[in-house]
């Protein structure tokens, strides 16, 4: 699986952004998906996560009720939708793909298999 993260940009604070997450293959569906940041000097942390189906999401303490994940597995793309965004959220976002064996819904991102190459998100106050 390759994935292609677009959608980054410069905003200002309180702005928002939809980030996508294209992926190759016919094969997207049976794929767990994720969002991972990095921000300058700090560690890779995730995000936000969507079951195969789109039907359960989960969500970094930091995103929740800010951020919204989704999947179209007929055009084999996911999304983040961010709003209200704040200076902290400035980060490279990962998009990452997680084959799904029945575990449940991965919040490590070691867990995943594939990743795409990032989306710099910049966060102006």
């Known amino acids: 699986v390759q994935l292609q993260a677009s959608g980054g940009g410069l905003v200002q604070a309180g702005g928002s952004l939809r980030l996508s997450c294209a992926a190759s293959?016919?094969?997207?569906?049976?794929?767990?998906m994720g969002w991972f940041r990095q921000a300058p000097g700090k560690e890779r942390e995730f995000v936000a996560a969507?079951?195969?189906?789109?039907?359960?999401?989960y969500y970094a303490d930091s995103a929740k009720g800010r951020f919204t994940i989704s999947r179209d597995n007929a055009k084999n793309t996911v999304y983040l939708q961010m709003n209200s965004l704040k200076p902290e959220d400035t980060a490279v976002y990962y998009c990452?793909?997680?084959?799904?064996?029945?575990?449940?819904?991965?919040?490590?991102?070691?867990?995943?298999?594939?990743w795409g190459r990032g989306t710099l998100v910049t966060v102006s106050s």
């Open positions: 990452a793909a997680d084959r799904w064996r029945g575990a449940p819904v991965s919040t490590i991102g070691a867990a995943y298999d594939y």
């Open positions: 293959g016919r094969t997207f569906s049976s794929y767990v």
């Open positions: 969507s079951s195969v189906s789109g039907g359960s999401t």
